[in-house]
């Protein structure tokens, strides 16, 4: 979605949610809740640093038990480059 000088990419699912203990940690390199082998932990952590890192933006989170998670990526708008 066009926000003036940002972008918005919304990401939403309907999964069991993430829980509140774990959101803090979420964008942590190799965290994950999964058993050994189902899982590195690096997903969320290079969106993390893609999209705040090295473009600028911010990722909001959202999520309930049992109801899913939203996810929101704000990028700035590129420009164009003489």
């Known amino acids: ?4 000088e940002q972008v918005l990419i919304e990401v939403e699912d309907n ?3 993430i829980p509140a203990e ?10 994950t809740t999964k058993e050994p ?4 932990g690096q997903g969320l952590a290079l969106v993390h640093s893609s ?3 090295r473009h600028g ?3 909001e989170v959202d999520s ?9 990526l704000y990028l700035p708008r590129a420009t164009a480059r003489d």
Not at 22 to 31: G, H, K, L, S, V
């Open 57 to 59: 933006g911010l990722v």
């Open 37 to 40: 082998g189902k899982g590195t």
């Open 15 to 17: 999964g069991g949610g």
């Open 22 to 31: 774990f959101r803090e940690r979420i964008f942590d390199p190799f965290f």
């Open 64 to 72: 309930e038990s049992g109801v899913g998670t939203t996810f929101r």
């Open 1 to 4: 979605r066009d926000l003036g």
């Open 51 to 53: 999209v705040v890192e």
